[in-house]
Protein backbone atom coordinates (compact mmCIF):
# COMPACT_ATOMS: atom_id res chain seq x y z
CA UNK A 1 0.00 0.00 0.00
CA UNK A 2 1.50 3.53 -0.73
CA UNK A 3 2.47 5.78 1.73
CA UNK A 4 3.02 9.36 1.81
CA UNK A 5 7.40 10.26 1.18
CA UNK A 6 7.31 12.57 3.56
CA UNK A 7 6.64 12.77 7.50
CA UNK A 8 4.96 15.97 9.25
CA UNK A 9 6.56 19.10 8.28
CA UNK A 10 5.69 21.15 11.42
CA UNK A 11 7.19 18.27 14.43
CA UNK A 12 9.76 17.16 13.24
CA UNK A 13 12.95 19.91 12.57
CA UNK A 14 15.09 17.38 10.59
CA UNK A 15 12.44 16.97 7.81
CA UNK A 16 12.64 20.64 8.13
CA UNK A 17 16.33 21.08 7.81
CA UNK A 18 16.57 18.94 4.34
CA UNK A 19 13.91 21.15 2.98
CA UNK A 20 14.65 24.68 4.29
CA UNK A 21 17.71 24.82 1.41
CA UNK A 22 14.96 24.49 -1.41
CA UNK A 23 13.11 26.83 -0.20
CA UNK A 24 12.94 30.45 -2.43
CA UNK A 25 11.90 32.76 -0.23
CA UNK A 26 13.79 33.92 3.63
CA UNK A 27 11.22 35.67 6.08
CA UNK A 28 10.68 39.40 4.94
CA UNK A 29 10.51 37.82 1.12
CA UNK A 30 7.58 38.11 -1.39
CA UNK A 31 7.34 35.93 -4.20
CA UNK A 32 4.84 37.25 -7.36
CA UNK A 33 3.13 35.41 -9.59
CA UNK A 34 3.94 36.90 -13.49
CA UNK A 35 0.86 35.54 -15.07
CA UNK A 36 -2.12 36.28 -12.40
CA UNK A 37 -0.15 38.69 -10.18
CA UNK A 38 -0.99 36.07 -7.27
CA UNK A 39 1.55 36.96 -3.99
CA UNK A 40 2.83 34.49 -1.63
CA UNK A 41 4.85 36.03 1.17
CA UNK A 42 6.77 34.21 3.97
CA UNK A 43 5.38 36.54 6.52
CA UNK A 44 3.39 37.03 10.00
CA UNK A 45 0.30 37.87 9.39
CA UNK A 46 -0.11 39.23 12.71
CA UNK A 47 2.92 41.84 11.80
CA UNK A 48 1.67 45.59 10.68
CA UNK A 49 4.67 45.60 9.11
CA UNK A 50 4.71 42.13 6.82
CA UNK A 51 0.58 42.92 5.78
CA UNK A 52 2.06 45.86 4.01
CA UNK A 53 4.39 44.59 2.47
CA UNK A 54 2.08 41.77 1.15
CA UNK A 55 -0.78 44.01 0.24
CA UNK A 56 0.65 47.73 -0.25
CA UNK A 57 -2.60 49.68 -0.68
CA UNK A 58 -5.01 46.83 -2.02
CA UNK A 59 -8.06 45.99 -0.13
CA UNK A 60 -9.35 42.55 -0.50
CA UNK A 61 -12.77 41.25 -0.82
CA UNK A 62 -12.71 38.13 1.19
CA UNK A 63 -10.66 36.42 3.93
CA UNK A 64 -9.97 33.38 4.60
CA UNK A 65 -8.04 31.79 7.47
CA UNK A 66 -6.92 28.70 8.96
CA UNK A 67 -4.79 29.66 11.87
CA UNK A 68 -3.20 27.22 14.10
CA UNK A 69 -5.77 26.02 16.55
CA UNK A 70 -3.91 25.37 19.46
CA UNK A 71 -4.76 22.03 20.20
CA UNK A 72 -2.90 18.77 20.70
CA UNK A 73 -5.19 15.99 19.77
CA UNK A 74 -2.80 13.65 21.86
CA UNK A 75 -1.98 10.85 19.38
CA UNK A 76 0.94 9.81 17.34
CA UNK A 77 0.59 12.69 14.27
CA UNK A 78 0.50 15.37 17.17
CA UNK A 79 3.87 14.09 18.92
CA UNK A 80 5.92 17.27 18.89
CA UNK A 81 3.39 20.21 18.63
CA UNK A 82 3.17 22.82 21.36
CA UNK A 83 0.59 24.46 23.28
CA UNK A 84 0.80 28.13 24.78
CA UNK A 85 -2.10 29.44 27.38
CA UNK A 86 -5.10 30.71 26.04
CA UNK A 87 -4.84 34.23 26.81
CA UNK A 88 -1.71 34.85 24.64
CA UNK A 89 -3.66 32.97 21.88
CA UNK A 90 -5.90 35.27 21.97
CA UNK A 91 -3.92 38.14 22.11
CA UNK A 92 -1.85 36.97 19.36
CA UNK A 93 -5.19 36.72 17.46
CA UNK A 94 -6.30 40.14 18.27
CA UNK A 95 -3.52 41.38 16.08
CA UNK A 96 -3.97 39.11 13.13
CA UNK A 97 -8.05 39.77 13.10
CA UNK A 98 -7.01 43.85 13.89
CA UNK A 99 -4.96 44.01 10.53
CA UNK A 100 -7.30 41.69 8.80
CA UNK A 101 -10.04 44.53 9.40
CA UNK A 102 -7.72 47.09 7.93
CA UNK A 103 -6.87 45.25 4.48
CA UNK A 104 -11.08 44.32 3.62
CA UNK A 105 -13.29 46.69 1.93
CA UNK A 106 -16.00 48.41 3.39
CA UNK A 107 -18.41 45.47 2.28
CA UNK A 108 -16.54 42.09 2.28
CA UNK A 109 -16.26 38.63 4.03
CA UNK A 110 -14.56 37.13 6.35
CA UNK A 111 -14.31 33.34 7.77
CA UNK A 112 -11.94 31.45 10.22
CA UNK A 113 -11.47 28.04 10.70
CA UNK A 114 -11.27 27.08 13.91
CA UNK A 115 -10.62 24.10 16.96
CA UNK A 116 -12.12 23.90 20.27
CA UNK A 117 -10.71 21.31 22.56
CA UNK A 118 -13.61 19.28 24.25
CA UNK A 119 -11.24 18.20 27.15
CA UNK A 120 -10.52 21.86 28.04
CA UNK A 121 -13.35 24.19 27.73
CA UNK A 122 -13.69 24.35 24.39
CA UNK A 123 -10.75 26.77 23.91
CA UNK A 124 -9.27 28.43 22.44
CA UNK A 125 -12.57 28.60 20.40
CA UNK A 126 -14.93 29.67 23.93
CA UNK A 127 -12.28 32.69 24.13
CA UNK A 128 -12.01 33.66 20.36
CA UNK A 129 -15.37 33.70 19.59
CA UNK A 130 -15.90 36.50 22.37
CA UNK A 131 -12.59 38.49 21.32
CA UNK A 132 -14.23 38.90 18.14
CA UNK A 133 -16.84 41.01 19.49
CA UNK A 134 -14.53 43.93 20.16
CA UNK A 135 -14.53 44.24 16.45
CA UNK A 136 -17.79 46.52 16.10
CA UNK A 137 -17.35 46.33 12.13
CA UNK A 138 -17.46 42.76 11.78
CA UNK A 139 -20.97 41.51 12.17
CA UNK A 140 -21.89 37.41 12.62
CA UNK A 141 -23.13 35.60 10.05
CA UNK A 142 -23.20 32.02 10.59
CA UNK A 143 -21.58 29.22 12.78
CA UNK A 144 -21.04 26.33 9.90
CA UNK A 145 -19.64 22.66 10.17
CA UNK A 146 -17.93 20.20 8.14
CA UNK A 147 -17.99 16.77 9.23
CA UNK A 148 -14.90 14.78 8.83
CA UNK A 149 -15.10 11.24 7.04
CA UNK A 150 -13.21 10.37 9.91
CA UNK A 151 -12.46 11.16 13.54
CA UNK A 152 -10.07 10.64 16.86
CA UNK A 153 -11.45 7.29 18.09
CA UNK A 154 -12.10 7.15 21.57
CA UNK A 155 -14.40 4.48 24.06
CA UNK A 156 -15.71 6.99 26.55
CA UNK A 157 -17.20 10.01 23.83
CA UNK A 158 -18.53 10.55 20.94
CA UNK A 159 -16.17 10.44 18.08
CA UNK A 160 -14.93 13.93 16.86
CA UNK A 161 -15.64 14.39 13.31
CA UNK A 162 -16.39 18.44 13.17
CA UNK A 163 -14.29 21.42 11.71
CA UNK A 164 -16.05 24.83 12.67
CA UNK A 165 -15.78 27.59 10.34
CA UNK A 166 -16.75 31.17 11.58
CA UNK A 167 -18.44 33.04 9.30
CA UNK A 168 -18.33 37.12 9.65
CA UNK A 169 -19.40 40.17 7.18
CA UNK A 170 -18.55 43.27 7.48
CA UNK A 171 -20.60 46.08 5.58
CA UNK A 172 -23.06 44.51 3.04
CA UNK A 173 -21.15 42.01 1.03
CA UNK A 174 -22.49 40.23 -2.21
CA UNK A 175 -23.66 36.54 -1.27
CA UNK A 176 -24.00 34.22 -4.62
CA UNK A 177 -26.64 32.19 -3.54
CA UNK A 178 -26.15 30.22 -6.80
CA UNK A 179 -22.94 29.09 -5.95
CA UNK A 180 -24.31 27.52 -2.90
CA UNK A 181 -25.68 24.43 -4.77
CA UNK A 182 -24.44 20.99 -3.89
CA UNK A 183 -23.83 17.74 -5.39
CA UNK A 184 -26.55 16.08 -3.23
CA UNK A 185 -30.05 15.57 -5.00
CA UNK A 186 -33.32 16.25 -3.13
CA UNK A 187 -35.14 13.38 -2.25
CA UNK A 188 -37.70 15.10 0.60
CA UNK A 189 -41.00 16.08 -0.36
CA UNK A 190 -43.39 19.04 1.97
CA UNK A 191 -46.38 20.02 0.45
CA UNK A 192 -46.91 23.30 2.73
CA UNK A 193 -46.80 26.54 0.35
CA UNK A 194 -50.06 27.37 -1.59
CA UNK A 195 -49.47 29.27 -4.53
CA UNK A 196 -51.88 30.38 -7.09
CA UNK A 197 -54.44 28.51 -4.89
CA UNK A 198 -52.81 25.35 -5.55
CA UNK A 199 -50.63 23.54 -2.43
CA UNK A 200 -47.47 23.00 -4.16
CA UNK A 201 -44.51 20.52 -2.71
CA UNK A 202 -40.78 21.66 -2.96
CA UNK A 203 -40.03 19.94 -5.15
CA UNK A 204 -41.95 21.79 -7.84
CA UNK A 205 -40.70 24.98 -6.72
CA UNK A 206 -37.27 24.72 -6.52
CA UNK A 207 -34.99 26.41 -8.83
CA UNK A 208 -32.37 23.05 -8.38
CA UNK A 209 -32.69 19.62 -8.14
CA UNK A 210 -29.93 19.73 -5.73
CA UNK A 211 -29.80 21.08 -2.17
CA UNK A 212 -28.04 24.07 -1.25
CA UNK A 213 -25.32 23.93 0.87
CA UNK A 214 -26.78 24.92 4.74
CA UNK A 215 -24.64 25.78 7.82
CA UNK A 216 -23.36 21.57 7.95
CA UNK A 217 -21.41 20.41 5.28
CA UNK A 218 -21.23 16.45 4.78
CA UNK A 219 -20.56 16.33 1.00
CA UNK A 220 -17.54 17.68 1.01
CA UNK A 221 -14.34 14.87 1.89
CA UNK A 222 -11.67 15.25 3.97
CA UNK A 223 -8.45 15.32 2.75
CA UNK A 224 -5.94 12.24 2.76
CA UNK A 225 -3.31 10.44 1.09
CA UNK A 226 -5.53 8.63 -1.29
CA UNK A 227 -6.69 11.82 -2.83
CA UNK A 228 -4.95 13.78 -5.53
CA UNK A 229 -5.18 16.99 -4.06
CA UNK A 230 -3.35 15.85 -0.55
CA UNK A 231 0.02 17.46 -0.24
CA UNK A 232 2.41 14.93 1.85
CA UNK A 233 3.73 16.60 5.21
CA UNK A 234 0.86 19.08 5.13
CA UNK A 235 -1.34 17.64 7.86
CA UNK A 236 -5.02 18.88 8.62
CA UNK A 237 -4.91 20.81 5.03
CA UNK A 238 -8.28 22.21 4.24
CA UNK A 239 -10.35 20.44 1.41
CA UNK A 240 -10.04 22.30 -1.77
CA UNK A 241 -13.96 21.92 -2.35
CA UNK A 242 -15.02 23.91 1.19
CA UNK A 243 -12.46 26.48 -0.04
CA UNK A 244 -13.87 26.89 -3.76
CA UNK A 245 -17.58 26.88 -2.11
CA UNK A 246 -16.71 29.72 0.25
CA UNK A 247 -15.06 31.81 -2.70
CA UNK A 248 -17.84 31.11 -5.30
CA UNK A 249 -20.43 32.05 -2.40
CA UNK A 250 -18.68 35.40 -0.89
CA UNK A 251 -16.41 36.89 -3.90
CA UNK A 252 -16.70 37.35 -7.88
CA UNK A 253 -14.01 36.48 -10.55
CA UNK A 254 -11.42 38.99 -10.43
CA UNK A 255 -11.46 39.24 -6.81
CA UNK A 256 -8.87 39.72 -4.43
CA UNK A 257 -8.75 37.27 -1.68
CA UNK A 258 -6.10 37.44 1.35
CA UNK A 259 -5.03 34.14 3.41
CA UNK A 260 -2.61 35.08 6.31
CA UNK A 261 -1.69 31.19 6.39
CA UNK A 262 -0.97 29.53 3.53
CA UNK A 263 0.06 26.10 4.59
CA UNK A 264 -0.69 23.85 1.78
CA UNK A 265 -2.01 26.98 -0.64
CA UNK A 266 -4.90 25.51 -0.85
CA UNK A 267 -6.67 28.86 -1.15
CA UNK A 268 -4.08 30.09 -3.95
CA UNK A 269 -4.77 26.78 -5.79
CA UNK A 270 -8.67 27.92 -5.30
CA UNK A 271 -8.19 31.09 -6.76
CA UNK A 272 -6.47 29.93 -9.54
CA UNK A 273 -8.87 27.90 -10.63
CA UNK A 274 -11.68 30.55 -9.87
CA UNK A 275 -10.28 33.00 -11.62
CA UNK A 276 -9.32 35.65 -8.29
CA UNK A 277 -6.16 36.92 -7.36
CA UNK A 278 -4.44 35.87 -3.86
CA UNK A 279 -2.27 37.55 -1.93
CA UNK A 280 -1.22 35.05 0.74
CA UNK A 281 1.32 34.85 3.54
CA UNK A 282 2.88 31.86 5.56
CA UNK A 283 4.93 32.39 8.67
CA UNK A 284 7.09 29.05 7.76
CA UNK A 285 9.21 29.03 4.87
CA UNK A 286 8.65 25.53 4.08
CA UNK A 287 4.24 26.26 3.88
CA UNK A 288 5.16 29.75 1.94
CA UNK A 289 7.70 27.06 -0.61
CA UNK A 290 5.07 24.62 -0.95
CA UNK A 291 2.11 27.12 -1.58
CA UNK A 292 4.42 28.40 -4.84
CA UNK A 293 5.24 25.02 -5.77
CA UNK A 294 1.36 23.74 -5.88
CA UNK A 295 0.59 26.50 -7.96
CA UNK A 296 2.99 25.52 -10.42
CA UNK A 297 2.27 22.03 -10.14
CA UNK A 298 -1.15 22.21 -11.21
CA UNK A 299 -0.35 24.78 -14.15
CA UNK A 300 2.26 22.19 -15.63
CA UNK A 301 0.04 19.19 -15.03
CA UNK A 302 -3.13 20.20 -14.06
CA UNK A 303 -3.13 18.28 -10.79
CA UNK A 304 -4.19 19.58 -7.22
CA UNK A 305 -1.49 17.99 -5.42
CA UNK A 306 0.82 15.26 -4.96
CA UNK A 307 -1.29 12.22 -3.69
CA UNK A 308 1.39 10.30 -1.75
CA UNK A 309 4.46 11.80 -3.88
CA UNK A 310 6.66 14.34 -2.56
CA UNK A 311 6.38 18.24 -3.33
CA UNK A 312 10.45 18.03 -2.91
CA UNK A 313 11.42 15.22 -5.37
CA UNK A 314 14.97 16.92 -5.62
CA UNK A 315 15.58 15.83 -2.30
CA UNK A 316 16.13 12.04 -1.74
CA UNK A 317 14.44 11.04 1.20
CA UNK A 318 14.33 7.47 2.75
CA UNK A 319 12.55 8.27 6.69
CA UNK A 320 13.09 4.95 8.22
CA UNK A 321 17.21 4.91 7.44
CA UNK A 322 17.81 8.62 7.98
CA UNK A 323 19.82 9.07 10.65
CA UNK A 324 18.15 11.86 12.87
CA UNK A 325 21.70 13.35 14.46
CA UNK A 326 22.28 14.51 11.16
CA UNK A 327 25.76 16.82 11.46
CA UNK A 328 24.26 19.62 9.37
CA UNK A 329 21.54 20.38 11.63
CA UNK A 330 22.66 22.94 13.79
CA UNK A 331 20.55 24.86 16.89
CA UNK A 332 20.86 28.33 15.35
CA UNK A 333 17.44 29.35 13.97
CA UNK A 334 16.26 31.19 11.20
CA UNK A 335 14.06 33.96 12.15
CA UNK A 336 10.42 31.78 10.31
CA UNK A 337 11.77 28.77 12.95
CA UNK A 338 12.07 30.85 15.91
CA UNK A 339 9.26 32.84 15.27
CA UNK A 340 6.95 29.42 14.35
CA UNK A 341 8.85 27.16 17.17
CA UNK A 342 10.10 29.35 19.72
CA UNK A 343 7.88 32.46 19.88
CA UNK A 344 4.53 31.50 19.52
CA UNK A 345 5.03 27.52 19.94
CA UNK A 346 1.48 26.29 18.23
CA UNK A 347 1.14 24.58 15.15
CA UNK A 348 -2.00 23.04 13.23
Known amino acids: MPKENLGRIDSDQHIRSLLLPYCRLKYGEVWQDSILGHKVGCLDGSSEEDLQALMGNNKSTLAIHDPPYNVVVGNSNSNGLGQ ?188 EKLKRQCFTCDIDTVFAEISIRRLEHYRKTGQTGWQFKTPFPEVDISWETQCKDDKSITEEKTPTEKSLFDFMAITK
Open 84 to 271: IAVGKYVDWSRKWVRNTCKILKSSSSLYIWLGADQNAGFQPFADFIIMMREFRELKTRSLITMRNQRGYGTQKNWMAVRQELLYYIKGKPKFNIDAEYTDIPKILRGYYKKINGKITENLERSKSNNIRAGNVWVDIQQVFYRMEENVPGCYAQKPLKAIERIISASSDPGDLIVDFFAHSGTTLLAC
